[in-house]
């Protein structure tokens, strides 16, 4: 079955300092893969998504994610963080078949900024 | 362009109670979600419709969630009785219909139920 592991719950980093939230999937074939940002009390916004191609991928607000199919990872980066980058960040697979495509998501990062 | 729209942003009510939530999409987008986000978890699929008619309702407790998107617009998620475990965020979500196109988030209705 399609899954998607974030093993960081709760992540703190100094302001600008370099950022990387860990994501794994299972998918038995090649894998859309998502990178989303939930502010507190806020939707979700997507920040970047890979498809197929290039398998380094930029996305919004200076993010981008790595897709390494040996590893069955899809990472995301920030080389310098923002106070106002803290957030909760989830990683999500999509799951598609005939009609259905579903978004299936990790349990999501919570990143706090030290000033 | 609008985005997804939800209401209320946040209910509380009293278990075995009902209650009722209203997404309008994204104009044009023929594909809608219901998730739920129950707190220190990701989101998790209720029900996926596809203009008008449902194509994934596999994880929607239907004993008491229903849900419906009448003339393939707006959508509403009910659920009649209400319980504890049901406290959550409700989020609604759309895209258009063809290929894996980026769904559209609202902002989420916020269910606490005591």
């Known amino acids: 079955a399609q899954s998607v592991t974030q093993p960081d719950i709760h992540i703190t980093v100094s302001e600008g300092a370099s950022l990387e939230l860990r994501c794994n999937y299972s998918?038995?074939?090649?894998?859309?893969l998502f990178w989303y940002v939930q502010s507190p009390g806020q939707g979700l916004q997507l920040l970047l998504k890979?498809?197929?191609?290039?398998?380094l991928v930029q996305g919004i607000k200076g993010f981008e994610a790595e897709f390494k199919r040996s590893q069955s990872s899809f990472n995301l980066r920030k080389p310098s963080v923002h106070w106002s980058d803290a957030a909760e960040y989830f990683c999500?697979?999509?799951?598609?078949?005939?009609?259905?495509?579903?978004?299936?998501f990790g349990t999501g990062t919570l990143l706090a900024v030290q000033p | 362009e609008a985005g997804v729209a939800q209401s209320p942003r946040y209910k509380i009510i009293e278990k075995r109670q009902s209650v009722a939530f209203w997404c309008n999409p994204i104009?044009?987008?023929?594909?809608l979600y219901w998730y739920q986000q129950i707190l220190g978890q990701g989101p998790k699929l209720l029900i996926q419709?596809?203009?008008?008619?449902?194509?994934?309702d596999s994880q929607l407790p239907k004993d008491r969630f229903s849900a419906e998107r009448l003339k393939g617009v707006d959508s509403t998620l009910k659920i009649q009785p209400a319980k504890l475990e049901d406290s959550a965020v409700y989020l609604c979500?759309?895209?258009?219909?063809?290929?894996?196109?980026?769904?559209?988030f609202g902002q989420g209705t916020r269910l606490t139920v005591v």
């Open positions: 104009s044009g987008h023929a594909t």
């Open positions: 979500a759309s895209r258009t219909g063809t290929g894996f196109t980026e769904a559209f």
């Open positions: 419709f596809q203009n008008n008619g449902v194509v994934d």
């Open positions: 998918y038995g074939a090649t894998p859309y």
């Open positions: 890979y498809f197929s191609g290039d398998t």
């Open positions: 999500a697979v999509g799951s598609y078949g005939g009609a259905t495509n579903k978004l299936i």
